[in-house]
């Protein structure tokens, strides 16, 4: 794990069944997570991921990279274009710094319509 | 030809790459020389084709690439997909270049879009006797071919509509299709909006981000290379009597492109095989009613007889002809017909999607009612 | 009017909100359900929650509402007032001290740290309310996050302006070879260049014949009288100077070359047309056709 290391591409399906259950699962339960009706009444185009499973998701792209052993920090997103059900979420990465155990990863989650996330995530590795 | 595609690459396809188009250009080429299992420094030609924005030496500037002995960009668009593998491969047999690249990138979408009305290119003088009279987008000049076929040949819209859903289907299985897991039928076709009546909507490609890359290089050197060599086994440019840019409308048949039965010929005696021994083509498909009109000058079925052929299932997976396993423009991305190459290299190699058994043969087209180009790859 | 930045202050003063307990304290049934829902197969989420699950245990729920010394809350309402009646999150930073541990019980509070604006974006004009919220189980802070929004009035939809370049019409490229095409439409004549070695009629024209390589090209004046060959009805996109839905008709002349042109009617393969001529202004006139009265 080295300064300028990729991980490897992961792409998410967000099928609708995958919005709705993650928004319930973080128990955010707004409408436009859930109720494409009132989703599209409120001028969106599908109803779309919440925050929180964003951020879930940032989570776990590093953690799957770097190990069950590798303790999670921070993570700070920037949020950008929404994430539609039916979009394909493509998650890209690379280890920006590193100091000792502490290592600083780059993260960008994109969609068709964008860049849905971009942020920083710092974790802790074993020596 | 003495050469081979031993390299694909490309980048994702969206709608909003949010990168330059050199960007995409470069990350394009370099993961095609990865795939090859080749270094920058080893490439020594590029070619591209009109309407692309990034310059040969741009693209050497980003990608490192030392030296170049062989630069070329092919006319009229999409028409030049496959001449630029043809141009590629000449450069190689000539000793002009050992290690060519041929890419096309852009932000076609995000950027400036080809599906408008392109006014900048009324200047032109052939254009004079058409974008005046309102007739300014791809789809209003391919839809005045389309309104004479059907009424000479008896074709409907749902005949065009078959093309668009075959495309769909199999964009739907393949993960790096725009419209991925978005099969449509022909109730969709039928009740999407017109877009220049023939033509509605799902008769007319999408417009997309991205870039795509092939290398080429000499059939010896491919065998030294990690992956199994697409050998070029005959391409070849047409271009027909009275040629124009997507307006050829004072020719005797209005029905036909005498340009892609040009590339036919050539393709036929330079590869020494025929229709029946293609087992994968991959027909360019930025409109439907042209895909009719291909199989008819390639010679999978007689004048107006495609939209039977059609009919008949032939074009499905598991028919006599599997059409564009990717998905095609209509499904998998609008990269001028160069993901379409892509496509026949991966079918060659086995390694497709959609992977067609025991491939032998693919036969790939490039741009219609232009000037216009065709390959045969093959697995030896 | 109100001052923002005034009221801003004033909910800042407050400080930091109450307290707020979680519904649960920290537990595995609802961690294995967002291990579920996200995907995420990571093993070691048995005795400890993923971290990223912090602010989980202390959503409002299905019919939560915001505290009343909630500072987000309050100044959501201040924003709205003012018009900025839209809200995006731009920025969410999480910090964790430390992962929580199953049984644990975590209770929230928040501050506003900062309001900036009015500031243009591209969604519109607005401001950016940034708040710091922090968990703690009892005394100790155990996660902090700094949370981002932007207020905004949604940018009023732009009339598409028809900007004058675009409105007009496009006009042709005239050269040598074409000139005596569009100077016979000025004078209400539809040319066709003719041959002046062969006699070959010619549309579009050139400067060379293919038919027997003269370079003296003339021309005809012709009946414009012909038949509808092939049309389009065009509905999308826009195009300049048009109104859609519009037909372009490939006709053929009487003379025998083909010839486009806008058709003012309804269009059919075979449709008798003769050629009208309208002015565009002193340099160009434009033909095209209208349905025969004698067909």
């Known amino acids: ?127 | 030809m003495n050469a081979a595609i031993v390299g694909v690459g490309a980048t994702d396809f969206s709608k909003n790459s949010g990168r330059s188009e050199l960007q995409l250009a470069a990350e394009a080429v370099r993961a095609a020389l990865a795939d090859a299992g080749l270094e920058p420094s080893d490439v020594d030609g590029l070619v591209s084709f009109t309407m692309d924005t990034n310059a040969e030496i741009a693209v050497a500037r980003e990608l490192g690439i030392p030296e170049l002995t062989f630069f070329s960009r092919v006319h009229y668009g999409g028409g030049a997909a496959c001449a630029t593998v043809q141009q590629a491969a000449m450069a190689v047999e000539t000793g002009a270049a050992k290690v060519v690249v041929c890419y096309r990138a852009f932000n076609e979408r995000s950027g400036h879009r080809f599906g408008q009305v392109q006014t900048a290119a009324a200047v032109n003088i052939d254009n004079s006797w058409s974008y005046p009279m309102g007739l300014g987008t791809p789809a209003a000049m391919v839809a005045m071919f389309a309104r004479r076929y059907m009424h000479e040949y008896g074709a409907t819209s749902e005949d065009f509509g078959r093309i668009a859903v075959i495309d769909r289907k199999h964009a739907a299985t393949n993960p790096h299709a725009w419209f991925h897991n978005r099969p449509i039928t022909l109730d969709d076709h039928q009740a999407s909006r017109w877009i220049a009546e023939p033509l509605r909507l799902l008769d007319c490609c999408q417009e997309t981000d991205g870039g795509v890359a092939l290398v080429v290089t000499s059939a010896e050197r491919a065998r030294e290379l990690p992956q199994k060599p697409a050998h070029i086994n005959a391409a070849t440019q047409g271009s027909g009597v009275d040629q124009f840019t997507m307006t050829s409308y004072y020719r005797d048949d209005l029905t036909r492109l005498p340009e892609m039965g040009v590339v036919a010929r050539g393709l036929w005696e330079k590869s020494g095989i025929g229709p029946s021994d293609v087992d994968v083509a991959v027909l360019y498909d930025h409109f439907t009613p042209f895909v009719l009109v291909q199989l008819e000058e390639l010679g999978f079925c007689g004048r107006g007889e495609a939209k039977d052929f059609v009919a008949s299932g032939a074009l499905e997976l598991d028919g006599d002809l599997p059409l564009n396993p990717h998905g095609g423009q209509l499904g998998e991305a609008y990269l001028h017909g160069m993901n379409g190459i892509a496509e026949a290299v991966r079918q060659v190699r086995g390694t497709a999607v959609n992977q067609i058994a025991d491939v032998e043969h693919v036969l790939v087209t490039a741009g219609t009612g232009v000037p216009t180009s065709g390959l045969v790859l093959g697995a030896s | ?295």
């Open chain 1, 1 to 127: 794990m080295r300064i300028g290391d990729s991980l490897p591409e992961w792409h998410v399906e967000a099928t609708p069944t995958f919005v709705i259950s993650t928004a319930i699962a973080t128990r955010d339960f707004q409408d436009v997570h859930h109720d494409r009706d009132l989703a599209v009444k409120r001028g969106s185009k599908d109803i779309f991921i919440n925050i929180l499973t964003t951020t879930g998701l940032v989570q776990r792209y590093v953690t799957d990279w770097a190990g069950p052993e590798a303790l999670v920090r921070q993570v700070n997103i920037r949020l950008g274009a929404p994430c539609y059900a039916y979009d394909t979420l493509k998650f890209f990465g690379q280890v920006i710094e590193r100091e000792d155990q502490n290592l600083t990863i780059e993260v960008v989650g994109r969609t068709g319509h964008g860049d849905h996330v971009t942020g920083i995530v710092k974790i802790e590795v074993m020596a």
């Open chain 3, 1 to 295: 009017m109100i001052d923002i930045e005034k009221e801003a202050a004033r909910v800042a003063e407050q400080g930091e909100s109450a307290p707020r307990l979680a519904r649960d304290p920290v537990n595995l049934p609802m961690i294995n359900n967002w291990l579920e829902a996200i995907g995420d197969q990571h093993p070691g989420y048995t005795e400890v929650a993923p971290p990223a699950m912090v602010q989980v245990w202390t959503m409002g729920g299905l019919h939560g509402q915001r505290a009343l010394d909630d500072p987000l809350g309050a100044m959501m309402k201040i924003l709205d007032e003012a018009g900025f009646t839209s809200v995006v999150a731009t920025n969410s930073d999480q910090t964790y001290h430390r992962y929580l541990k199953i049984g644990e019980h975590v209770s929230v509070t928040s501050t506003l740290e900062d309001v900036t604006g009015p500031k243009k974006t591209a969604l519109g004009e607005g401001w950016f309310v940034t708040t710091r919220s922090t968990w703690y189980v009892g005394d100790e802070a155990v996660a902090e996050m700094r949370f981002r929004v932007l207020k905004f009035r949604p940018a009023e939809k732009q009339e598409p302006k028809p900007e004058p370049r675009q409105a007009q019409a496009i006009r042709p490229s005239i050269n040598r070879d074409t000139e005596y095409f569009w100077e016979g439409c000025r004078n209400q004549e539809l040319r066709i260049q003719r041959c002046g070695g062969c006699g070959l009629l010619r549309h579009p024209p050139g400067p060379m014949c293919p038919e027997c390589g003269a370079t003296k090209p003339k021309y005809l004046v012709s009946d414009g009288r012909g038949v509808v060959y092939s049309y389009v009805v065009h509905h999308h996109p826009q195009v300049p100077g048009k109104q859609t839905p519009f037909v372009i008709a490939l006709v053929e002349l009487d003379e025998g070359v083909r010839m486009l042109g806008e058709l003012d009617g309804e269009p059919s393969i075979g449709l008798p047309v003769e050629v009208v001529f309208t002015k565009v202004d002193d340099e160009l006139t434009m033909p095209s056709w209208r349905p025969r009265a004698d067909r």
